[in-house]
């Protein structure tokens, strides 16, 4: 629209003329309404003209207000309602509005008046003889201004409550202003009284007085404070020196305030002043002390801005805050200005990105992105957020923080909706992995009674179980600056499931005490429950206990109830990283049992175990241990031994195990269909082949001795035997009324092969240790064969008493058993004269089926004298 | 069992010659019960 | 989940030693197989006992049976430990 052209401005009183013709006076009052800078679009009528949209444009284009359905409701006078209307503070805003021309007696009525500066208000105007009354109306602050175009005076007084203009604060400010208003001169004075002004929640109140006057369009201000004012939060502000401040319309020309904000965390002191008179421009200082807070902005103002210079502060929790490049703010009571700073803590870094701070008097909000980065105990951080904050707290997309270690990779994801002070709220979600195997869960958190506290629900698949083994964790946090804790009460629990072929039942870890977490590790009591685990050939029942640990250190005390065991560890953590190990002590004592025997080849009917030693484990497990068994007594079936007793020192190393009796391993009893007693022997073994050194036992009234034995091997080797009786070995025939009767004592040689399941025997050889018997006792048996067989009798009678001077065996015994004994015996039967007699006999048995079936024999009277039923099962 | 017998002419003294065989036939044992076992015990073979 | 379905299903199968193996490890297969094993020693224990034989023989000889009586089909394990079906 072109600039106005001038010859409408010397016009104004033919205008007059035509308003007495309502036609032409709408004529008029549109043309001049336009030429005053209308526009209007959508010209109706509802009982009088309606414009639906209006603007009013300044000579420059630039809007001054604008608003809708602007109606005409009468003519004389004439009376204009519009529902809204907005000003715009068009630039320059320099020159002083100039005072409202000659215009007809009206009376317009605003609903709502939204201008710069000041909060949405009813306005009423009436102009009545050239005077001008306005009524401004918002919530419950009220104010009226009168102005009197002939003389030029003007006068104003309100009431303004403080809640209206700053929610959550009490108290009312009544103010009074008079003076004169010519053309574009305005001059006059104000003076407001504050009175119980204060924060909504607490009793402390504090009065304020301002003292304005406008001179020409150069105005000053002067406020006072007469107490400290509460603020919420434990905060007050308080003015040791009245407020200055002076101006023209331009803005800002002299600034001086010393204002004091104190609270729990420490102080903040603003001071401001002006470098000369009239320079519009001064530097001033915002410093922050106290426990929580430190560091100073330099500050710098002029006509339009106040700005912060680069500075960085110390906040509490420790935070630091500062800004690289100066920040604007415009010293308007609208405005925005965009700010870039960064807010620290320990090596992370919060950084804001085209983040904007824009204000409507005491409503502010902002509005950017920030973006997090840095470390943390040892794990990479960085995360964004786009979105805004208000008073209100901060609106807009959740958060997202990912969290990076070695081991770990988290993703969260951080609702902000809800985060406000004083609590902060949190509710997070979380998803990720931990060494590869997938993780997820929510990290609930607020802060209470001075420390941050929450709950975190997670579930991780374990990397060991191939199949379920969900590892479920609930526990309760709180903590602030370095100490965190978990509550006693939290609790990880292991679901069943397999790792590789053993299946292990549930486990329970809950914390006893609470665990104190620390950059090494944890620190607390700890209580397992788990019910044991299940393989195909073995079973643990369910295992309880303590662990203390206590960042690297730990101990463990645990039983297994069912089988009584006590198992006591303690552990060293060692190395770090992937090179983590541990290394430590244990010690065990259990007594033996059936129980236990499932996974073994040997029943343990009874028996004291008690152990000791030392491990390491570095991804492989090492141990130094001794062990002590006492009370054995096993069985391999039909084969029972007892009074087993002996100390084994024990080494497991990478390439496999080694075993080494300490001093002799004794057995009392060896039931194997003859009984061996009091067998003792030393052993060295790996488990796969084993090395027994003097070797002894007793065997059929006689001894057995090996100084040295290996097992398996291809090798016969020799074991000694002496004195044994032949009355004994009379005895294997396990016949009541033997026919056979023989004593005396023989011994020798008996070279053995012992290989994985059998026995050999080679070129053994044995004598007569001293003078032996024979006797043939004459039975039914032995009498039917004299009577058919001449020689037969001849020799059996030969046979019936034998002393024996010399005897001479020679004994081979195949792998399955079958022994050939070659025996010649010469010695005189008493009975005939001491007949000389050569007896030269062979016997071949089945020696292992002979012992078997002693061993049943045995079993049987076992079973009578135990009254168990035959196949009682186990 | 079955002794057998042999008797040579008596120098000055008598010699004589004793061949004794034991049998033991309790390995059928197991394997019957073992047998029986597995049959009659489907829940378990 | 009983024996002859874990079997038909390749689960577990049988071995030399005389005790039922796990072919492919489920929680299932795993518990059933320490149940049966443990009624399995039991029953050689009182085999053994009987007949003066040792748990191990007797185990042996009952695995040498299981194997020539189990279904076709089903899982054996080799002397040298390799499963193969039968």
Known sequence: MASRPAFV?????????????????????????????????????????????????????????????????????????APSMTLFACKPVAAVPTAPPWTP??????????????????VAIRQREQRWQARARHQRSEAVAVYDRMSGRWSAQGRIQAGDIAPGFVGALTFTGKGSWRGNRLDGAFRAQGRQLGHGKLARRTGATFEAGVAAGRWRLLATLDAPLALGDGWS???????????DPGGVTALSLDLRAAGPQGSVRLSLDTEGTGVARGQGMLTLAGPGLAGTVPLRWNRQALDLLPATLTLPEGLSLSWPRPLALPLAPSGESSISAELRHGELRLKSVDSLLSWQQARWHWQGRLELTGRTAGHALSGAWQGRIDAAGPAGEPARLTVSGTDLLLSLHLPVAGLRAPHWPVHARFSGRYRG?????????????????????????????????????????????????????????????????????????????????????ASGTLRL????????????????????????????????????????????????????????????????????????????????????????????????????????ALDWGSIRASGGKGRVHIERRDDGLSLSS??????????????????????????????FTDVQAGVLGGRLEAAALQWPSLRYQPVTISRIDLAEVAALQNDPEPTVRLAGRVGGVLPLRLTKDSLALQGGRLSHEGPLLLKVRPSAGVGAIKDSHHTAGLAL?????????????????????????????????????????????????????????????????????????????? | CTPRVALEAPKEPITINLNVKIDHEIRLKVEKDVEQLISQDSALF | LDLDSAKSQGLVGEQPNGYLGVVKATPDAVALAADINAKRRAAYEAIARKNGATLDQVAILAGQKAIEKTAPGTYVKTPDGQWIKK
């Open chain 1, 529 to 632: 429950d788990t019910d044991g685990a299940v393989a195909a050939r073995w079973g643990l029942p369910a295992v309880t206990g303590q662990v203390a640990i206590a960042g690297r250190q730990g101990r463990a005390r645990l039983r297994v109830p069912a089988w009584q065991t006590e198992l006591a560890l303690t552990a060293t953590r060692v190395g770090s990283g992937r090179k983590t190990g541990a290394e430590g002590t244990l010690e065990i004592a259990t007594p033996l049992s059936a129980a236990m025997s499932r996974g073994l080849g040997v029943t343990l009917q009874q028996g004291r175990l008690e152990g000791q030693g030392r491990w390491q484990w570095r991804d492989e497990l090492r141990l130094q241990g001794d062990v002590s068994v006492s009370g054995l």
């Open chain 1, 237 to 247: 502000l308080e003015a040791s020196q009245a407020l200055h401040a002076s101006g």
């Open chain 1, 105 to 122: 007696p009206f009376d317009l009525s605003i609903g709502a008046l939204s201008a710069p500066g000041l909060p949405p208000m009813a």
């Open chain 1, 9 to 81: 401005r010397r016009k104004s009183r033919w205008l007059i003329a035509l308003a007495l013709l309502p036609l032409w006076l709408l004529l008029a009052a549109a043309v001049a309404a336009y030429a005053y800078g209308l526009r209007a679009r959508g010209l109706g009528w509802q009982d009088g003209p309606v414009l639906t949209q209006w603007r009013w444009l300044q000579d420059d284009g630039c809007v001054q207000a604008q608003g809708e359905s602007l109606r005409i409701t009468r003519w004389r006078p004439l009376t204009v309602d």
């Open chain 1, 797 to 874: 009678n030969a046979l019936s008493e034998l002393a024996i001077h010399d005897l001479q065996a020679r004994l081979d015994m195949s792998p399955d058993g079958w022994l050939d004994a070659a025996v010649t015996i010469k010695g005189q039967n008493p009975q005939q004269g001491s007949l000389p007699v050569i007896l030269n006999y062979t016997h071949r048995e089945n020696v292992l089926e002979l012992l078997r079936s002693l061993r049943i024999g045995d079993e049987i009277s076992r079973r009578i004298m135990e009254r168990k039923p035959v196949d009682g099962s186990r």
């Open chain 1, 437 to 521: 195997a997938p993780l997820s869960g929510t990290l609930s958190a607020r802060h209470e009674r001075g420390r941050w506290e929450g709950v975190v629900e997670g579930s991780v698949r374990s990397p060991l179980h191939s199949r379920g083994g969900t590892v479920s964790v609930s526990a309760r946090w709180h903590g602030r600056e370095t100490q965190w804790f978990l509550a006693s009460g939290s609790r990880a629990t292991v679901a069943e499931g397999l790792i590789g072929d053993v299946l292990l039942k549930p486990v329970v870890v809950s914390a006893v005490t609470p665990l104190r977490l620390t950059p090494t590790g």
């Open chain 1, 662 to 691: 300490n001093g002799p391993v004794t057995l009392a009893e060896l039931q194997v269909g003859t009984l061996l007693r009091d067998v003792r022997m030393t052993v060295q073994s790996d488990l796969s082949t084993w090395h």
